[in-house]
């Protein structure tokens, strides 16, 4: 069963520094996919990056990359340069792809606060 | 191109009460699924469909049933209301055609607050 662990409940970080979210995943199916969505305070989900297993290339997309670590069954979600309106919740998720499994699962979460 | 649409938005029911979560995409995509998202807790996963006439449960099934005619809609009912099914509930799309993001990036609704007193 896939599982999606995310340790860190809230974290502060300074405007303009990087900050990494943890993500961790537990999986036994070779092939899946690794996501984040950022939540901000009203509320909608929106899809950040996505990483697949077999991808040779760790996932970018403007300021957000993915550092995924295969071995140690790690997604972590970087962002470069904050800014205040990164201010959110912060979601990973994973779905398995082998066999046809269309489940997504979520992680608990991480809150990000970006101070001025 | 309106994407999901979830309707209403806001939403009080009295424990026993009936009602149903209703959830329209137009992207002609052929998966479909509702969560509920509760604090501390991230989100959950309630009933899915991979096309019309298909559905199947998810991790929290419990209290909730759907149906899917159509690829557009893909309804959630609630049975018989009961104060643990106080939340936020979100419907999520996404499509079957291209690969890694293209197709695997998930469309959510704006979703629904529910309070069961």
């Known amino acids: 069963a896939q599982k999606i662990t995310q340790t860190q409940p809230g974290m502060f970080v300074q405007e303009k520094e990087a900050v990494t979210l943890d993500c961790t995943y537990d999986?036994?199916?070779?092939?899946?996919?690794l996501f984040w969505y950022k939540q901000p305070s009203s509320g909608e989900m929106i899809f950040l990056i996505y990483q697949g297993s077999y991808d040779q290339q760790n996932a970018t997309e403007g300021r957000y990359s993915l550092n995924f670590q295969k071995a140690r069954k790690s997604a972590n979600l970087v962002i470069s340069a904050s800014q205040l309106g990164d201010s959110a919740m912060y979601f990973c998720a994973m779905r398995e792809l082998g066999g046809g499994y269309q489940k997504v699962t979520f992680g608990t979460g991480t809150k990000l606060q970006v101070i001025p | 191109n309106a994407g999901v649409t979830q309707t209403p938005k806001f939403q009080v029911l009295k424990t026993g009460q009936s009602m149903t979560l209703q959830c329209a995409q137009d992207m002609n995509h052929e998966y479909m699924s509702w969560y509920r998202q509760d604090p501390g807790m991230g989100l959950r996963l309630i009933h899915y469909s991979v096309g019309a006439g298909i559905t199947d449960q998810g991790e929290v099934p419990n209290g909730y049933n759907v149906s899917r005619s159509t690829t557009e809609d893909f309804p959630l009912r609630l049975l018989s209301a009961a104060p643990s099914q106080t939340s936020v509930y979100f419907c999520?799309?996404?499509?079957?055609?291209?690969?890694?993001?293209?197709?695997?990036?998930?469309?959510f609704g704006s979703g629904t607050q529910l309070s069961v007193l």
């Open positions: 999520a799309s996404r499509g079957s055609t291209g690969s890694g993001a293209t197709n695997e990036k998930l469309f």
């Open positions: 999986t036994s199916d070779p092939s899946y996919g």
